[in-house]
């Protein structure tokens, strides 16, 4: 019978007689045909074992605690994984330190140099020690993928939100406004990804490194929301985040990551173009959680709602859409009432406000009142209507407060007050 151990060290099978085995004979095969010796072990069906980094967050995998326990008793058959913390420095033989090839023997060049000396090893602390989202972002985000998507299509988005390149310049000016700038990547796993023994497949690492990269910004935090299947058939979202580590962005910066994925490809492993040393070993292929950084999550109530509808979803976003955000919020204070990143995206797209949007993220930011007759209308008066918003978008003179009035006008239905 073949089981497979995974480890921070990569993938390996071992043959064991059987399952009805009990886990300290398990133990000492490990032992003996990968030479980790069985003080050193750590055993769970779970996967999140590998992200452990205290003692004491070892102590909540106790299933494959006791020595006695059968792996049947486990349902561990034939090509099961079983997940291994290994509390020492693994010793693995290696080959001859030099292999002949002709009179002088075996030639290397530069790059062969630097690829032997190029060592993946598992980043313990992240530069971010923690993230917090803002409940109702995060709520809307996974309400749209559980509830809209069903976890069926694949979804991501910059922290503020997900724009054209056009509108990217917009949602900057905005955030930059807000005292906000990028800090991260947000994405959906569907649930046709058999992802039951990894965090992030390698098309997702190589996004999330290339993301890490270019950000420049060493805080970077990349997120996951996916489903989860309980035991009693429930299903729960779940947000869990991460950081690359420092060596995977610096070899995502320096082209060492296969970009081409093939059919056949495990997605559990990110291929290198060179040869890298993990755990001793000269290898092409990587585990993925060898570049994961985990990221405690917390949660806050920002000062922006999130309840104006979002930009890029199935549904477009239109004035009416604002004629509803207003009236539900028509109690508040009106700085209260534009507090709110999506509504600011909107106006500066479509109401001409390009250029006006950061101040009032100004005043958003700081909370103060928005100033009396910013950019007035001229010449605004009822029975001039819609021409008045025209005019007013073309000349980039308009009085917010007559746009929200303007816009109740406009969106009532024939015979209604």
């Not at 994984?81 to 010793?91: A, K, Q």
């Not at 109401?351 to 101040?359: F, K, M, N």
Request: charged content about 25%; proline content about 4%; hydrophobic content about 35%.
């Amino acid at each position: 019978m073949m089981v497979r151990i995974r480890s921070r060290d990569g993938l390996e099978r071992i043959q064991i007689d059987g399952p009805h085995l009990a886990i300290s004979q398990l133990k000492t095969v490990i032992e003996s045909q990968l030479q980790v010796p069985t003080q050193n072990q750590t055993l769970s069906t779970d996967q999140n074992l590998l992200l452990a980094k205290t003692p004491a967050d070892l102590l909540r995998f106790s299933d494959m605690a006791d020595p006695s326990t059968p792996l049947s008793a486990l349902k561990l058959s034939h090509g099961s994984i079983v997940f291994l913390y290994n509390h020492g420095e693994r010793t693995v033989p290696g080959g001859p330190t030099v292999i002949p090839s002709g009179s002088f023997g075996r030639k290397m060049t530069i790059d062969d140099l630097i690829a032997k000396q190029t060592r993946i090893t598992r980043q313990e602390s992240a530069h971010c020690d923690s993230v917090s989202f803002d409940c109702d972002s995060a709520n809307a985000f996974q309400q749209y993928a559980n509830e809209t998507l069903a976890f069926a299509r694949k979804r991501g988005g910059f922290m503020y939100g997900t724009v054209s390149e056009e509108e990217e310049k917009l949602a900057d000016a905005i955030a930059a406004g807000l005292g906000r700038k990028r800090v991260g990547f947000i994405f959906i796993q569907t649930i046709m990804q058999d992802k039951k023994d990894y965090n992030f497949s390698n098309k997702e690492i190589l996004q999330s490194a290339e993301l890490h990269a270019e950000s420049e910004l060493k805080e970077w935090v990349t997120v996951v929301v996916k489903l989860e299947a309980n035991e009693d058939g429930t299903a729960d979202v779940h947000f869990e985040a991460f950081q690359m580590s420092d060596m995977c962005v610096k070899l995502c910066k320096d082209g060492w990551f296969v970009t081409e994925f093939g059919e056949d490809d495990d997605p559990k492993l990110s291929k290198m173009k060179k040869d890298v040393v993990v755990g001793g070993k000269d290898v092409k292929e990587v585990d993925n959680d060898f570049f994961l950084v985990v990221v405690k999550i917390f949660d806050h109530q920002g000062p922006l709602s999130s309840t104006f509808p979002i930009e890029n979803r199935n549904n477009l976003v239109t004035t009416k859409a604002l004629k509803s955000h207003l009236d539900r919020t028509k109690s508040l204070p009106f700085v209260k009432r534009i507090s709110d990143f999506h509504l600011l995206l909107f106006l500066a797209k479509s109401h001409g406000l390009g250029s006006d949007v950061p101040a009032l993220a100004e005043c958003i930011e700081t909370q103060t009142a928005v100033p009396e007759g910013l950019e007035q209308c001229s010449g605004y008066n009822d029975s001039r209507g819609v021409g008045c918003v025209e005019e007013a978008r073309r000349n980039r003179k308009l009085d917010l407060r007559m746009l929200w009035e303007e816009v109740g006008r406009k969106t009532k239905r024939p015979g209604q007050k």
